[in-house]
């Protein structure tokens, strides 16, 4: 039986969930153009939206087991794959 990861339960998820837009606006400086690189950010949103139902869900059965599965829809870089 699937059992879903629950991410929004771990202490690094928890953390970023509170300061990650406050960091980001404290990394960011206008006046010397110096942001995150797009990649940094694309992998803590990521991660962010790993697991969450809300970002994109598909069921998949296994005819030969009788399983149910579900699965995100969304890059997860916890995982270092895109799952589909």
């Given at each position: 039986m699937y059992s879903r990861r629950q991410p929004e339960k771990?202490?690094?998820y928890q953390v970023l969930q509170r300061h990650l837009l406050t960091f980001e606006e404290q990394w960011t400086d206008a006046q010397s153009g110096r942001t995150l690189p797009k990649f940094v950010r694309q992998?803590?949103?990521g991660?962010?939206?790993c697991g969450i139902l809300a970002y994109g869900f598909a069921?998949?059965?296994s005819?030969?087991?009788r399983e149910t599965r579900g699965v995100n829809r969304v890059d997860c870089?916890?995982?270092g794959r895109r799952r589909v």
């Open positions: 771990t202490a690094l992998e803590l949103h991660f962010m939206a069921q998949t059965v005819t030969g087991e870089p916890s995982l």
